[in-house]
């Protein structure tokens, strides 16, 4: 008797849910972790057109500070995406001031050598070509419009200052930077950082060699943070010539720095050592260094720059998009959404090509905003689930993060059916997006698709100063095309899981 009441009670409590949803659904508590079986009686699947069309971001406004990760390198051969050059640009400054060589009571014997250094964090390309870079003196605020050594001001990826005298040229072998190296009279060794000799003969070391905080007058540059930038107001490391890979270095490592070698002598035998001059942070005596990431990309002569209709070209920041319209949504009659995800699949083009330029780790999707200007907005709902935010108020409009489990984006392989080779593919879910559309008749937006380095809406930058990291995509790396809306082999769809009510 007990079974039957509570069996009555279950039916009665799921009949009035059906009925309260047909006008008063509440999308927010709607899951789509435990989906019913497709049956064509009580839950059903369809699948929806997008239309899509290829963008480019132009300019790319992306910031980056001296503490992220900056990439280094020349792509001269991607068939679908075109060139690429990466340039980096930074203040090697003293860690104190007045500074001088060594310890107080030491007396310097001779110089013997400058070596600029740069940590290496990994590589995305073709590692087998050596990339061949060209470091020369950055011009004093003349041509740099006051912007360059500005304190604490983060710059653009646009943004370049005026490269000045050339110092050397170098070649890196990407393979070997695994390798330890050893220096300094074969006492200390490293790995993993790219090793720059400056030759002595250079007009930057030779009068390096001559600077002194005890002198006056030129000589006088490690006397204060100003005198020494009028000095040298940093390197620009420029990749030219060959190569076909960007490499990743991060400037505030412990192994980014500019070592002099020299030898001294305290009341004993002649002693080789060497100081180092790094990236600044702010100290009582020494400004923030001036720092930039320079990245210059070239479609021209890639098949992005006359996309086919049925192809997407997608490229990490600085990079390109996607616009996705969903026009069935507008029209569609009320139903329980149980899940509705869009599919985006890799169209191969070439093994090897594919191989070392792969796809990005994560795509993200968001959404048009409403008026003239092109500005975006995040996705409701389904960003996080567990989180509230409102992407139309300043103050709460974006999760604390974006809960990839749930809402997809990240790159998974499958077997592609007609090369049998494996591909990339992406999902997103945005379940609770569309039961909205659907049931409360909001805006069916125009989405974007895209591959950020950052997460970032510049009108809401008061809040959202820095952006959030999109998944773990590495600036400049990741590139892959996938099939449009109307693609025969590799459709991008919306597949709709639901019951009618």
């Given at each position: ?402 809960d990839y489990f749930y809402f997809g ?25 569309v039961q909205q559309i659907v049931t ?62």
């Amino acid at each position: 008797m007990q079974k039957r009441i509570l069996s009555i009670a279950a039916t009665a409590l799921l009949f009035s849910l059906i009925i309260v949803g047909c006008s008063k659904l509440d999308t927010t508590d709607i899951g789509s972790d435990l989906l019913p079986a497709v049956d064509n009686v009580n839950t059903f699947d369809t699948l929806l057109t997008i239309n899509t069309t290829q963008g480019i971001v132009n300019p790319d406004t992306t910031l980056i500070s001296y503490s992220d990760d900056h990439v280094l390198g020349k792509i001269n051969n991607d068939p679908l995406f075109g060139t690429t050059q990466a340039n980096i640009y930074a203040q090697f400054k003293p860690t104190f001031y007045p500074y001088y060589w060594g310890n107080v009571k030491d007396t310097i014997v001779g110089f013997d050598s400058v070596v600029l250094c740069l940590s290496y964090k990994g590589f995305w390309g073709d590692s087998t070509i050596p990339i061949q870079l060209q470091v020369r003196e950055i011009q004093n605020n003349v041509g740099n419009n006051g912007l360059w050594d500005s304190v604490n001001q983060t710059k653009t990826i646009n943004y370049a200052p005026a490269p000045g005298a050339v110092i050397t040229n170098a070649t890196v072998n990407i393979a070997s930077l695994g390798n330890y190296v050893v220096y300094s009279n074969r006492v200390d060794s490293v790995k993993n950082q790219i090793r720059i000799k400056l030759p002595n003969s250079s007009a930057f070391v030779s009068q390096l060699y001559l600077k002194d905080s005890s002198l006056i007058g030129s000589q006088n540059a490690f006397r204060s943070d100003s005198l020494f930038r009028a000095f040298n107001n940093g390197f620009a490391i420029i990749a030219t010539g060959t190569g076909n890979s960007l490499v990743y270095t991060n400037l505030t490592d412990t192994s980014s720095k500019l070592e002099v070698h020299y030898r001294r002598k305290n009341g004993g035998a002649v002693d080789t050592t060497f100081s180092s001059f790094k990236i600044s942070t702010i100290t009582s005596s020494t400004a923030t260094s001036a720092t930039a990431n320079n990245i210059i990309r070239d479609r021209s002569s890639g098949t992005i720059s006359s996309p086919a209709a049925d192809e997407i070209y997608l490229q990490t920041t600085p990079g390109s998009y996607a616009n996705l319209n969903i026009p069935a949504l507008s029209t569609l009659s009320n139903r329980i959404i149980h899940r509705a995800e869009i599919i985006i699949e890799q169209v191969p083009f070439n093994t090897v090509s594919d191989n070392q330029f792969t796809a990005p780790n994560f795509l993200y999707l968001d959404i048009k905003d409403t008026g003239s200007v092109n500005r975006w907005k995040p996705v409701y709902f389904d960003l996080n689930p567990n989180e509230g935010y409102f992407p139309d108020n300043v103050s709460a409009f974006f999760p604390s993060e974006v809960d990839y489990f749930y809402f997809g984006g990240y790159s998974r392989n499958k077997t592609d059916l007609i090369s049998g080779n494996q591909i990339k593919y992406y999902n997103f879910n945005i379940t609770r997006y569309v039961q909205q559309i659907v049931t409360r008749h909001t805006t069916n937006y125009q989405l974007r698709l895209y591959a950020p380095y950052l997460i970032d809406y510049p009108q809401y930058r008061i809040g959202f100063e820095s952006g959030l990291r999109a998944g773990n995509n590495r600036l400049a790396g990741g590139r892959i095309k996938v099939g449009g809306g109307n693609n025969v082999n590799y459709k991008m769809r919306l597949r709709l899981v639901y019951s009618k009510i």
